[in-house]
Every structure is written in C-alpha cells, then in structure tokens.
C-alpha cells in the first residue's frame, strides 16, 4: 500500500491522482497509466533554447550597453564641439544677418542688371523689354523686403534674378532669326548621335591620353576648308604647347604631311595650353591659357596670341571646377567650343556655385581684340558631367554610363534660357575616359577624344 501511494502521489501537474483498485489476495490490484509519468522531453527541449536565447540577447545588449558607454563621452564632446562651432552662426539666423552679406552682393548683381536692362530696353524699346523692367522692379521690392524681414526665400530670389539675367543676355545677344539661316537648328534640340563613323588612334600615340581634336571650325579660305587637326597634352596629359594641322582627311587618317605650329615656347611658358580643349576657327587657334582665366587666341598667320580674362573673379581654373562624374579629368575647367552661331567658352564660377556657365566670344578683326560679349549662368553642377559641347546656340552636357557609353542628358538654350534635363542620347566610345567633346558646324559632326582614340560622330536633327 505504501509503493501505491507513492507512485499515485507523483503526477505530471504535480497534482495527487487518485487510482481505484480491488483487494485481490490480500493484495490491492489497480491499473495506473504509465504515461503520465513520462519526461517532458519536448518541452523541456524548447525551454532550454528559450533560455539560450535569452543569454544570447543579454550577452549582446551588454555588449551594446558597453560600448555605448565608451563612445558617449565622445559623441558628447563632439556635440559640444558642433554646438560651439555654431554659436556665431546663431545671431546671423536670428538677428538677419545675411542682409549685410548676401544681400550686398545682391544689390550689386540687380544694379549691373539694371543698367543692361537700361541698355536694352534703349536700343528696342519694345514688349519684351518693358517686361524685363517690371520683372526688375518686383526683384528689387523682394530684396527691399529682406532687409527687414524673414518671409522672402533667398534661393527664390536668387533664381529669379538667374533667369531675368540669362533672359536679358539672350534678348541683347542673339538675333532673332540667327537659327532661322540653318534650317536644322529649328527643331530646337538633337534628336539622336549615330555610331562611330571614324575612328582612329591618335597620331601622337595611345599613351596621350588627353587633348583634343577635330575639323576646322570655320573655313577662311579655300585651304582650310578640308583641315583637321590634334593636340596632345604632352607634360602630364595636362599641358602643350603645339597644334599639328592636316589639309586634308586623307593626310590626316594617313598620319602624314602635317603642319606643326609651336603656340608658345614651352609646356610652362604663359600662352601654353593647359587642359583637353581646343578649337581651330577660321585662321587661329583658340584654348585655356597656361594656369589662368584667360582664353588665348593663337593667330596661324601672324604667330602671336591675344588674351581675354573670363568674367567674374571666381572662375574655376587649376582643377577647381574639372569636369568628372565617374573620374575627373585634369585641368579641364574651361572648354572652347563652336557652332553654327560663332565661339563659345564653357566654364564654372564661385558665384554661381560651381554650377556651368556659358559664354560667348567675338574675334574684333579691326581692333584685333578677344571680348567676351554675353554670359549665360545654368543650375547644371559641372562637377558633375563629364563633358559638354554646343550646338546651334545650345549647350549639351553629358554623363559617363559605361566603359564603353556615354550619354546626353542636359540641354542648356541660350535663345530661351530653357534648360531640359530629360534627354538621353547614346554616344559609344571604345576607352572609359573623355577628355574632350567639340561639334563642327561645317558637317554637323561631333569629335571626341577618347583617351588617345579619336572618334567622331554624326549628329542628327
């Protein structure tokens, strides 16, 4: 009787149970289920997981818990440090600062853009004109009223005057029918790049990786007409100092009988050329001046050079603002080009932000002087393209894809002031880098070289 209540007294719930039995020959017969005494193996497998991973958890929150505390002292004494850095800046937001800074340099932007609206409105006097004053008018109200108070967005404003500028710069520079002498330029932008349709190793060799190259530009004379030429950055794919003309394709797909002209004695002197752009127009060469903002103008005839300063104090040179996307290319700050409309520079400012400015250049063949006539400020970060050229007055930018792709995805008009962000034009290459991109109005082709490739490209409208 004593082994029957022990067993009866150890259950699964720890609870007694209570077995009914029978005396059978002075002994007590029952039945008992043995399986309420099993192990709970099951559960007592998942228990015991809970219960590693709960030690796992704890090891790394202790973990983390240790390493919160070692790096909060240094999280603090750099938010210490970040506060006390901007303190100064406190009183500029609260107190209005920015009126005596950003806002003198404002006035002075809208008092140069007064006197060339003054200029304009003079000379044509007409619709167009008289809304640019009214626009004038509303700007310098908006700047009137940020000087004493808050609720003028700067950025706002400052767009504003961009467009205003840009939409005079056009008003005054381009004729109105300027594209109307090339039928193609009226459909306003490319519509497509071909293949490779020449495609050719430099004849300086694949090792020159940057320069420059195409047809002449503008055809003076009857000799010119067929030209072409090639520049190699010969001192550390940066400087050069010699032009190599060819008279004709033949010559020039031949690499023979050429024509070297020497623009300045050495790679150091200060008409040397620095950076992958160049362009052959009419009888002179013309490129980015030896560590400077200047554009020299080299004459074939006479052997001398012109200068002329780019416009504004802050323009990029000496790998300040190259062109990169993927990689930058070195020294290729300011970019010559032509097109159907005449000279063009491409280039980036501080005042503008590093963002592509474009503007124009005119040869005075009776004062014999370079001028920079009219400049166009774009929201494009130069930075970030890899190369541009222009095109009927318009400015494409494009961006690296592949090793073997690039594409035209930018369009800047300096007839409108319009910029299109949208276009997605192929241009194949067969070397990852571009050093420069040129378009030649005379067959409407665009030349690219392509790390000692040189290649050129049917543009279509």
Known sequence: MLLLLLLLASTVDGQTLHVSGQ???????????????????????????????????????QEQVALSSLRLPQIQSRMANVTSRLEPF???????????????????????????????????NNAQTQKFSKELGELRTSIDRMQTSDTVNMKIVTDKLRYLKNSVESCKTIPKDFKGTHSYCRNTLMTNISE??????????????????????????????????????????????TLRVYQTY?????????RDYTVAP???????????????????????CYRSADICRYDLITNTVQRVTLPDSGVGFNNKFPYCYYDCRLNSD???????????????????????????????????????????????????????????????????????????????????????????????????GVASLSYNPTNKQIYMYNDGYLLAYQAQF
């Open 90 to 124: 406190q009183y500029l937001h609260y107190k209005g600062l920015y009126n005596v800074l950003s806002l003198q340099l404002l006035g002075e932007k809208l008092n140069q853009l007064e006197t060339n609206i003054g200029a304009v409105h003079s000379q044509l």
């Open 334 to 432: 300011i970019d010559l080009e032509a097109d159907e409309t005449g000279l063009w520079v491409i280039y980036a400012t501080v005042g503008n932000h590093g963002n592509l400015v474009v503007s124009r250049l005119v040869w005075d063949t009776e004062a014999k002087t370079l001028n920079v006539t009219q400049t166009w400020e774009t929201r494009l970060f130069k930075k970030a393209v890899s190369n541009a050229f222009m095109v009927c007055g318009v400015m494409y930018a494009t961006r690296y894809v592949d090793e073997y792709r690039e594409e035209v995805f930018y369009a800047f008009d300096t007839a409108t002031g319009k910029e299109k962000n949208t276009l997605a034009l192929p241009l194949e290459k067969v070397a990852k």
């Open 266 to 288: 050495s790679y150091s002197h200060t008409n040397a050329i620095e950076g992958p752009s160049g362009i052959l127009y009419g009888e002179a060469l013309y490129y980015h």
């Open 250 to 258: 033949e010559d020039f797909m031949a690499a023979a009988k050429h």
């Open 196 to 241: 490779p349709i020449t495609t050719k190793i430099s004849p300086y060799g694949k090792s020159y990786t940057s320069g420059s190259w195409g047809r002449q530009a503008q055809s003076d004379t009857d000799s010119q007409q067929n030209s072409y030429w090639v520049i190699a950055l010969i001192s550390g794919h940066i400087h050069g100092n």
């Open 23 to 61: 005396k059978n020959k002075n002994k007590c017969v029952c039945e008992v289920n043995s399986t309420l005494w099993s192990f709970p193996a099951l559960q007592y497998e998942e228990v015991l997981m809970q219960v590693q991973i709960c030690e796992g958890s704890l090891k790394n929150l």
